[in-house]
C-alpha cells in the first residue's frame, strides 16, 4: 500500500510499502515518523511568551459587561456592543483550564481527506479540533466524528447556511449546533465588522434553543499575538489562517499534535485534482492576493515542524 510521507524536497514522496510485512492498527503514531518531545516542550515555551492559549481562547465573563464597546481587531475604526446575548454565552472559567491530553488531531478542512480512510484514527485522539463547523456525519470515515472544539468563521453562516433566509437553512444549522453535543464552540466574533449580525443570530438560537455548547470567543490580542510569534520565527504570515491558530493555541494543551486535512494545493502528490474543501464546491483562493492569508508559507512552516518530530501532518490516506 503506498504511504504519503512528508520528505526533505518540495512535495511529498510516495513509498511503496506493498511488500513489507508491517502490522498496520489504528493508532495515531503508526509510521516511521517520531515525536520530538524536547522541541514539543520548548515549542510551548515559545509560543508562551507571546500568549496563553488557557487565557487567549476566550473572553471571560468578569471582564466585559453588556453595553460595553468593543473595536475590531481588523476594522479597529469600526465598533460592536457587547449584547446581553453575548454577555450570557461569554464562559466564566477557561474552557481549557488546567486541560492537558496526550494526543490531540487538528482537522483543517482540504479535498484531501476524501478517501483518506482517516475517520478511525481521528476519533482515536483525546482532543479532537475542528474547523468551521465542517460537515463530518457523510464523511465520517475519513474525517471522524469526534469533536471537542470546532471553529466558526461568522462567514461560515453565510457559505454554508445562506444566512438563515429561511425555516430550512435555520433548520439546518440548528441541527448542526446539536450535533456538536458538549462541545466547545469557538467564535471570533470580535475580528471584523462583517460579522456582527451573523453572531448574533447564532448567540440568540444557541439560547432560545438551550443548545448544548460550550462558546468561546477569542480575545481581542490573540491574532496579533499568533501573527507575532510566527513573524519572530520568520514566517511572514499575513493573517493566520483558523488551522494554524488551532495549532499555536493546541501547543499549550497538547503532549502530542496530529494534523490532518492541511494541504493548499490544488494538486495532490500524484497530481490528481485535490477540492479545496472536502465538503463543497469552494474554489482555491489562497494564491490571489485578495485573499489575507499565505497558506501555503503556512504548510512550509508545518511541513519543517513535522520533519523535526514537533507535529505530524498527515496528507494521505492513513494507515
Ligand atoms: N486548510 C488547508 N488546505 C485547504 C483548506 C484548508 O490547509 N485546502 C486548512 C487551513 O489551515 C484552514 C483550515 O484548514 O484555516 C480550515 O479550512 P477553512 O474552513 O477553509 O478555513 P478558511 O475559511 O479558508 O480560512 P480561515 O477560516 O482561516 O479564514
Excluded at 73 to 78: K, P
Excluded at 116 to 145: K, T, W
Amino acid at each position: 500500500r503506498a504511504e504519503v510521507v512528508i520528505n526533505d524536497s518540495s512535495s511529498p514522496a510516495v513509498v511503496d510499502r506493498s511488500n513489507e510485512s508491517i502490522k498496520h492498527n489504528i493508532k495515531p503514531a503508526s509510521s516511521k515518523w517520531r515525536h520530538n518531545q524536547t522541541l514539543s516542550l520548548k515549542i510551548r515555551k515559545q509560543i508562551l511568551k507571546f500568549l496563553d492559549a488557557e487565557k487567549d481562547i476566550s473572553v471571560l465573563k468578569g471582564t466585559l459587561k453588556p453595553g460595553d464597546i468593543i473595536h475590531y481587531v481588523f476594522d479597529r475604526d469600526s465598533t460592536m456592543n457587547v449584547s446581553q446575548n453575548l454577555y450570557e454565552l461569554l464562559p466564566r472559567t477557561s474552557p481549557l483550564k488546567g486541560k492537558q491530553f496526550p494526543s490531540c488531531a487538528i482537522v483543517g478542512n482540504s479535498g484531501v481527506l476524501l478517501s483518506s480512510g482517516c475517520g478511525p484514527e481521528i476519533d482515536a485522539h483525546s482532543f479532537v479540533i475542528r474547523c468551521n463547523l465542517a460537515p463530518v456525519q457523510e464523511y465520517s470515515q475519513d474525517v471522524g466524528m469526534k469533536t471537542d472544539l470546532v471553529t466558526m468563521n461568522p462567514s461560515v453562516i453565510q457559505r454554508a447556511f445562506e444566512d438563515l433566509v429561511n425555516e430550512t437553512w435555520r433548520e439546518k444549522l440548528l441541527q448542526r449546533l446539536h450535533s456538536l453535543n458538549g462541545s466547545i464552540l469557538w467564535i471570533p466574533a470580535f475580528m471584523a465588522k462583517g460579522g456582527k449580525e451573523r453572531v448574533e443570530w447564532v448567540n440568540e438560537l444557541i439560547l432560545k434553543h438551550h443548545i448544548n455548547v460550550r462558546t468561546a470567543y477569542p480575545s481581542l490580542r490573540l491574532l496579533h499575538a499568533v501573527r507575532g510569534y510566527w513573524l519572530t520565527n520568520k514566517v511572514h504570515i499575513k493573517r493566520p489562517t483558523t488551522g494554524l491558530l488551532m495549532y499555536t493555541l493546541a501547543t499549550r494543551f497538547c503532549n502530542q499534535i496530529y494534523l490532518y486535512g492541511f494541504w493548499p494545493f490544488p494538486l495532490d502528490q500524484n497530481q490528481n485534482p485535490v477540492k479545496y474543501h472536502y465538503y463543497d464546491s469552494l474554489k482555491y483562493g489562497y494564491t490571489s492576493q485578495a485573499s489575507p492569508h499565505t497558506m501555503p508559507l503556512e504548510f512550509k512552516a508545518l511541513k519543517t515542524l513535522h520533519q523535526q518530530g514537533a507535529l505530524k501532518l498527515t496528507v494521505g490516506e492513513c494507515d
